[in-house]
């Protein structure tokens, strides 16, 4: 089966919040609001067809904004997708999502709706919006009734990074089917996470042990481990271990990265990541996209300059998040700032 390349698709700014931690919004609260037209949404959606045909990869796209679903040619898109038979998940809001809007995009082919709680409800809604943590907890059951699976996803952030534990027991009782956190990238206005490399350390056994007693009691809910640093953790506990002939040079994990990830934004803007905010490499509207891939994208795919990471045994496997880094320096190849490996351990001795 070949192997899927996934596309973040930012179709429109358009949303209904204006969250404090928002990438959109971080270096200008009064930007205007930029959407693709039905025309240049057409045109993206084949030039990724055409990267996936050059590159024997399936195409794979996560449709988000804004709040994809505020687009007048939301449902065009859909319909586009339906009719070449691409999968797709959907990054978005609660505010307009009905049993009937989630039973058609069932019907459209999206496989997962992903929410965000940032904290229990007082913390959620002051970083997005009053009255959003109660309906996001409500709008899991029309997404689970749709077939559809529910995701939630947390920003980790000093602000929240205690309220985690208790997020998740909510979470799990509204019958979230996926559960998973990563942590905020700085921006223009805070350059730190607020979090100490241990004390992120100590959240990841919290949850660790938490995650382990909902499974050994039958819970529906998956955990999904997305931040790279439970490579870490994991390796330190004994549930990973570094597998034997690792080909040399070769990538198994870690950040997607110039490995199996492009983000498109409404201007037709391409990033290497979304959440690096100076990885800009192209335009879709100008550019071929498999022309971007082994041009511009050369530059997050050079390991050997990972400060710390290619150091490390665990290069190929973790190099935590690139993109927490950058935020703090502008350093797409700085240490992880949550990284807590001390570099005279075995990790680095045996690399």
């Not at 809604?125 to 996001?136: A, N, V």
């Not at 949850?207 to 390796?235: I, M, P, V």
Request: net charge negative.
């Amino acid at each position: 089966m070949k192997q899927y390349f996934s596309f973040q698709w930012h179709i429109t700014d358009e949303c209904d919040q204006r969250c404090k931690h928002c990438y959109i919004f971080s270096e200008n609260v009064c930007k205007n609001l930029d959407a693709m037209s039905w025309e240049q949404m057409q045109d993206t959606f084949y030039n990724c067809l055409d990267f996936c045909e050059v590159y024997h990869r399936l195409p794979y796209f996560y449709i988000t904004g804004g709040d994809p679903i505020l687009h007048p040619d939301f449902r065009k898109l859909l319909e586009l997708m339906k009719e070449h038979g691409i999968p797709f998940t959907i990054l978005g809001n609660p505010f307009h999502l009905t049993d009937e809007v989630c039973r058609r995009l069932k019907e459209y082919g999206c496989q997962k709706y992903q929410l965000s709680i940032d904290g229990m409800r007082e913390t959620h809604d002051w970083f997005r919006k009053p009255g959003s943590f109660d309906i996001t907890l409500e709008k899991i059951g029309c997404i689970n009734r749709a077939g559809i699976r529910s995701v939630i996803k947390t920003t980790v952030s000093g602000t929240n990074i205690d309220e985690v534990p208790d997020i998740i027991d909510a979470v799990v009782a509204a019958r979230a089917n996926v559960f998973a956190f990563a942590r905020y990238c700085p921006t223009s206005e805070e350059k730190d996470t607020g979090i100490e490399p241990l004390r992120y350390r100590k959240l990841l056994a919290d949850c660790d042990r938490k995650f382990k007693e909902y499974e050994a009691a039958g819970c529906q809910t998956y955990f999904n481990r997305k931040d790279h640093l439970w490579t870490l953790y994991e390796y330190e506990t004994g549930a990973f271990k570094i597998p034997e002939n690792v080909e040399a040079g070769m990538i198994y994990g870690g950040c997607n990265c110039g490995n199996c990830h492009l983000t498109i934004l409404p201007t037709g803007d391409v990033y290497a990541c979304r959440r690096v905010q100076n990885s800009k490499v192209g335009n879709v509207f100008d550019d071929r996209l498999a022309d971007v891939w082994v041009c511009e994208m050369e530059n997050y795919r050079d390991y050997t300059k990972f400060e710390k990471c290619s150091k490390c045994e665990l290069l190929a496997f973790c190099r935590g998040c690139p993109a927490v880094a950058s935020g703090k320096d502008g350093d797409f190849y700085a240490a992880d700032p949550q990284c807590w490996a001390d570099e005279t351990s075995e990790l680095f001795l045996r690399a």
